[in-house]
């Protein structure tokens, strides 16, 4: 408790616990579609293809709504860019369900729940870099990591209680509160000193910002961003579709499974830190040790059939994929604080991830009616054995401001 007694560790705990809880809503409503998937399906009113199509404009818009709410997070305070977009992914949550067979309404429904979702992350990592010691900013980005990968059991956990219909119900209800209770805490805080806003400035102009990203190692951490963007979103998307189809579960047990699992892959930030800690704070290797771990997982899925092993392995590969994810966010985008761009630069990032997970969730899903779920396997494994190869550490080459 001695700890607590200290100004810059209570404002730290105080910011990362409510970034952390905002987190945990927007991957709630941001794994609905997915956790509700085999119920609609099963309903035989809509099919994966159909469903492909309609989250892959989610995640489109999305990814450009992370790119645009980055620029814009660098001038507009964080208490309206969160709040308002927690708001208004809401009301557009409550309306998703009651558009849906009608494809183009509820395309436009469900991009718009992404692009207002995608107001809170790159302005959310601004305000903690920008208010925290670098050591409690990587503490903070790891707490509301752990909620992004808590949010998916979550919504598990909603779609084997409730109707598809419902969940949504339940969903947008929390959305707007949550939106109410960030802009008052938000505001709290910025009368009391804890949140202040225009502290880092870009020194850089025009293409001197580019290089200094350059410098910075944007290029690298940028396809890593890609890579597991795919399998964090992508391939989790359609993870209870995979357990019902491919392994034979029945729905509302796929559902179970996929709380489940996915809980357990939640715990992949600890598991990160704890590897990164022995790693001797290395993130460079603690990225390639998760893409190689990952890779032979996935191979490992391709081999073995047998549905619990498989699911087990399945997870594993997951997780390790997550841990190079949680590196990327947790440790590289704090890192650029002191070039006055970390909103900006982290919604760079998340634009080409999630620009990534919407092309391949339409892919996925026309995959597994051509080449069917056991060859898409081996797309995952190529994937991540791709990211092993372009995280291989370089000594004498670390991120400035990283260790």
């Known amino acids: 408790m001695h700890l607590f007694k200290d100004p810059k560790v209570r404002s730290a705990v105080a910011i990362g616990t409510l970034c952390s809880s905002s987190y945990l809503g927007v991957y709630i409503a941001r794994n609905i579609l997915s956790a509700v998937t085999p119920q609609i399906v099963e309903s035989g009113l809509y099919t994966n293809e159909y469903i492909g199509r309609v989250s892959s404009l989610f995640f489109m818009f999305y990814a450009c709504g992370q790119l645009i709410n980055g620029f814009i997070g660098n001038r507009v305070k964080a208490r309206y860019m969160i709040s308002f977009g927690l708001i208004l992914?809401?009301?557009?949550n409550a309306l998703f369900p009651l558009l849906l067979a009608h494809e183009t309404a509820a395309q436009l429904t469900c991009g718009m729940i992404g692009f207002f979702l995608a107001m809170i992350y790159a302005p959310m990592t601004k305000v903690v870099a920008e208010n925290t010691e670098p050591?409690?900013?990587?503490?903070?980005?790891?707490?509301?990591?752990?909620?992004s990968f808590l949010g998916t059991p979550l919504a598990g956990v909603l779609a084997s209680l409730f109707a598809w219909q419902?969940?949504?119900?339940?969903?947008?209800?929390?959305?707007?509160?949550?939106?109410?209770?960030?802009?008052?805490?938000?505001?709290?805080?910025?009368?009391?000193?804890?949140?202040?806003?225009?502290?880092?400035?870009?020194q850089a102009k025009g293409a001197l910002k580019l290089k200094v990203l350059i410098e910075h190692r944007?290029?690298?951490?940028?396809?890593?961003?890609?890579?597991?963007?795919?399998?964090?979103?992508?391939?989790?998307?359609?993870?209870?579709?995979?357990?019902?189809?491919?392994?034979?579960?029945?729905?509302?047990?796929?559902?179970?499974?996929?709380?489940?699992?996915?809980?357990?892959?939640?715990?992949?930030?600890?598991?990160?830190?704890?590897?990164?800690?022995?790693?001797?704070?290395?993130?460079?290797?603690?990225?390639?040790?998760?893409?190689?771990?990952?890779?032979?997982?996935?191979?490992?899925?391709?081999f073995i059939k047998q549905p619990v092993l498989n699911i087990i392995l399945l997870v594993i590969a997951i997780m390790s994929s997550n841990i190079a994810a949680s590196m990327l966010f947790s440790r590289y985008c704090p890192s650029l604080r002191d070039t006055g761009m970390v909103s900006s630069a982290t919604g760079f990032i998340d634009f080409v991830s999630y620009m990534a997970a919407g092309l391949s969730t339409t892919l996925f899903a026309n995959a597994v009616a051509q080449?069917?779920?056991?060859?898409?396997?081996?797309?995952?494994?190529?994937?991540?054995?791709?990211?092993?190869?372009?995280?291989?550490?370089?000594?004498?080459?670390?991120?400035?401001?990283?260790k």
């Open 135 to 147: 050591i409690y900013a990587t503490r903070c980005s790891l707490g509301y990591t752990f909620a």
């Open 218 to 302: 944007i290029v690298k951490f940028t396809l890593i961003s890609i890579i597991t963007g795919v399998v964090r979103t992508a391939v989790v998307f359609w993870l209870p579709t995979y357990i019902a189809q491919y392994l034979g579960f029945p729905t509302q047990t796929a559902a179970g499974v996929f709380t489940v699992t996915t809980f357990i892959i939640s715990m992949t930030t600890f598991v990160a830190v704890f590897l990164y800690e022995r790693l001797g704070r290395d993130m460079d290797l603690t990225i390639f040790v998760g893409f190689t771990a990952s890779a032979i997982a996935f191979l490992a899925v391709f």
């Open 166 to 202: 419902t969940v949504y119900s339940v969903s947008s209800a929390a959305l707007l509160v949550m939106g109410a209770l960030c802009f008052a805490i938000f505001l709290h805080f910025e009368r009391t000193g804890v949140v202040r806003y225009g502290q880092y400035k870009a």
């Open 89 to 92: 992914a809401g009301l557009c």
């Open 371 to 402: 080449i069917g779920w056991g060859k898409l396997i081996l797309v995952w494994f190529a994937l991540v054995a791709v990211g092993a190869l372009i995280s291989i550490p370089r000594r004498g080459r670390r991120t400035p401001g990283a």
